[in-house]
């Protein structure tokens, strides 16, 4: 079965940077799309940005356009996510998700991984 393993996050001021890291492990060509989304509590969950398997092409949402680049090594199914001038209204927990190319963003059929803590203040 899919799995997802989540790295980074955590703690930082305003202004500044953090990556994620994000290795998946059992899925099929069929699920396409890998990136992250994000919660923050009081929240719904938010889709942040995505990449595509095939092409490398990347969605971002408006809220991180400029600040966050995904990126992903394919050798090593890991997808990347850098965040540099992270505001206090990014603070979330940030979740891993795959799937299908074209509903990655409804987040219906995504497998997801645990999430993890970030924290700007």
């Known amino acids: 079965h899919v799995q997802l393993v989540e790295s980074g996050g955590g703690s930082v001021q305003a202004g500044g940077s953090l990556r994620l890291s994000c290795v998946a492990s059992?899925?099929?060509?069929?699920?396409?799309?890998m990136g992250w989304f994000r919660q923050a509590p009081g929240r719904e969950r938010e889709g942040v940005a995505s990449?595509?398997?095939?092409?490398?092409?990347?969605i971002y949402a408006d809220s991180v356009k400029g600040r966050f680049t995904i990126s992903q090594d394919s050798a090593k199914n890991t997808v990347n996510l850098q965040m540099n001038s992270l505001k206090p209204e990014d603070s979330a927990m940030y979740y891993c998700?795959?799937?299908?190319?074209?509903?990655?963003?409804?987040?219906?059929?995504?497998?997801w991984g645990q999430g993890t803590q970030v924290t700007v203040s």
């Open positions: 059992g899925y099929t060509s069929e699920l396409c799309s």
């Open positions: 998700a795959i799937g299908r190319c074209g509903s990655w963003w409804s987040g219906s059929d995504n497998v």
């Open positions: 990449i595509a398997s095939g092409d490398g092409s990347a």
